[in-house]
């Protein structure tokens, strides 16, 4: 057989040891979760922890082209998944796993926008979006090469300038190697054929969006803390009423007029959408 490449090997490596740690049943991990709520335990967090490794290589392979090396990408998707199982509530009902994946995604993406090479891109929550934005488009349309057709395109589609929609894309050339590319002498097996499929939990995208909800949620009634007095009736009678107010009677109500209601009523809108894109890290529409 002949020399894998390093990079190959320890990857090869890190999967196998992975590989050893049985996956959890729900009633295991729900016992694992309650000793470490109740009594700190370090074992139970690690044993959480490890079960799930092999979930973090498979998201981290999502992320394979963005030119960085897939075992830091993996790295980082770890710190994801021990934040997660820090902040898990086995109560609500769902898999470690399926919260996870969301603090998983984050850390990854955290990592390739503050980490990237060429002129790093901004710290904006709008360039991290359309990073990630342009980089899905290209791939569900199996773009290689922006031509001045597909960036005009592009930048209707994202409400940005030509120029944004060039400048990210030469962010995105950069190539990592596959992790279904094969690794025996064969040819017959892949790394992707090492990570075990066996009772793989099942991470359903309704789950996950319920989940999100949930942040967003828990986050909006943070942004409402931030609103003035003013605001806050506004927000309470117009914007959530199950029949909201008009905008003749918060003015008579207020003493202002409905033009001056609307503007606070956009002004609300604008601050806690921001609130939440900064908090989520993800696209809100209020």
Excluded at 141 to 159: C, G, H, P, R, Y
């Amino acid at each position: 057989m002949k020399n894998l490449p390093k990079k190959y090997d320890q990857l090869d490596t890190y999967i196998r040891e992975i590989n050893k740690y049985n996956l959890l049943t729900k009633e295991e991990e729900y016992e694992l979760a309650k000793r470490l709520e109740e009594d700190k335990d370090p074992e139970a967090a690690a044993k959480l922890i490890n079960s799930n490794l092999r979930f973090v290589v498979k998201i981290a392979y999502q992320y394979k082209n963005y030119g960085f090396r897939l075992t830091d990408l993996i790295q980082e998707g770890n710190y994801g998944l021990i934040m997660a199982v820090k902040k898990f509530d086995k109560d609500k009902g769902f898999r470690l796993i399926t919260y996870a994946v969301w603090w998983i995604k984050a850390y990854i993406k955290n990592y390739i926008i503050n980490n990237w090479s060429l002129i790093k891109v901004g710290t904006t929550q709008a360039q991290k979006r359309l990073f990630f934005k342009l980089k899905e488009e290209m791939r569900k349309n199996d773009i290689m090469l922006l031509s001045t057709k597909n960036v005009k395109q592009l930048a209707e589609n994202f409400n940005v300038k030509n120029k944004e929609i060039v400048n990210m894309n030469k962010r995105l050339s950069a190539k990592d190697f596959q992790l279904d590319a094969k690794i025996s002498y064969d040819g017959e097996n892949s790394h992707m054929d090492m990570l075990s499929d066996d009772n793989i939990i099942d991470i359903e995208e309704k789950t996950i969006i319920k989940e999100q909800a949930k942040l967003v949620s828990e986050k909006i009634k943070e942004a409402y803390e931030y609103l003035t007095d003013i605001e806050k009736i506004i927000y309470d009678e117009r914007l959530i009423a199950e029949e909201p107010k008009t905008l003749q009677e918060l003015g008579e109500r207020l003493g202002l007029s409905r033009e001056r209601i609307r503007q606070i009523e956009v002004k609300i809108k604008k601050k806690i959408k921001k609130y939440l894109e900064n908090e989520c890290d993800y696209d809100i529409e209020v």
